[in-house]
């Protein structure tokens, strides 16, 4: 076990730190950062959000949340606006700028993913997208700070 769970450390480092390269150049070409990229993703995907459940959803503190959604607003790339139903509650959602760099971001996310499935045997790729959700639901499941505690 103790092998395989080395080779699994591997992996993922190796994955980490080629999905933060592409991270980086894709930040870089859309002109906005690592943390506003995946910002103006979540946002794309998940529509008009409450600051809170953004910065919930993302694993960040909603200090940190609000300062990278003030440059998204002064870049007019979000709007943010008080909740009709809760006025303490701050909800953000793309602009029209906004989605458009968000569509410039997924269409580079796709053609990218879809690179590295082409590059996988034809025979092979169920397996590992079979995979790969095993591997979600797992550590979806199971917390770095709950093993850590032993």
Same mark, same amino acid.
């Given at each position: 076990?103790?092998?395989?769970?080395?080779?699994?450390?591997?992996?993922?480092?190796?994955?980490?730190?080629?999905?933060?390269?592409?991270?980086?150049?894709?930040?870089?070409?859309?002109?906005?950062?690592?943390?506003?990229?995946?910002?103006?993703?979540?946002?794309?995907?998940?529509?008009?959000?409450?600051?809170?459940?953004?910065?919930?959803?993302?694993?960040?503190?909603?200090?940190?949340?609000?300062?990278?959604?003030?440059?998204?607003?002064?870049?007019?790339?979000?709007? /943010?606006?008080? !909740?009709?139903?809760?006025? @303490? &509650?701050?909800?953000?959602? +793309? *602009?029209?700028?906004? #989605?458009?760099?968000? /569509?410039?971001? !997924?269409?580079?996310?796709? @053609? &990218?993913?879809?690179?590295? +499935? *082409?590059?996988?045997? #034809?025979?092979?790729?169920?397996?590992?997208?079979?995979?790969?959700?095993?591997?979600?639901?797992?550590?979806?499941?199971?917390?770095?700070?709950?093993?850590?505690?032993?």
């Amino acid at each position: 076990m103790e092998h395989g769970v080395e080779a699994l450390r591997d992996l993922f480092r190796t994955v980490a730190r080629d999905m933060g390269l592409f991270d980086k150049s894709e930040a870089t070409c859309c002109g906005v950062t690592t943390a506003q990229n995946r910002t103006i993703l979540e946002l794309g995907y998940g529509g008009t959000v409450s600051l809170l459940d953004l910065a919930e959803r993302l694993g960040v503190d909603k200090s940190t949340m609000s300062r990278t959604v003030d440059h998204l607003v002064r870049a007019r790339l979000v709007e /943010r606006r008080q !909740d009709s139903e809760n006025r @303490r &509650y701050i909800k953000v959602s +793309l *602009s029209e700028q906004g #989605e458009a760099i968000f /569509r410039e971001i !997924d269409g580079k996310l796709s @053609r &990218y993913y879809e690179a590295i +499935l *082409s590059a996988i045997p #034809e025979e092979k790729r169920e397996q590992v997208q079979q995979s790969a959700l095993l591997l979600a639901d797992a550590m979806e499941r199971v917390t770095c700070c709950e093993s850590c505690d032993e």
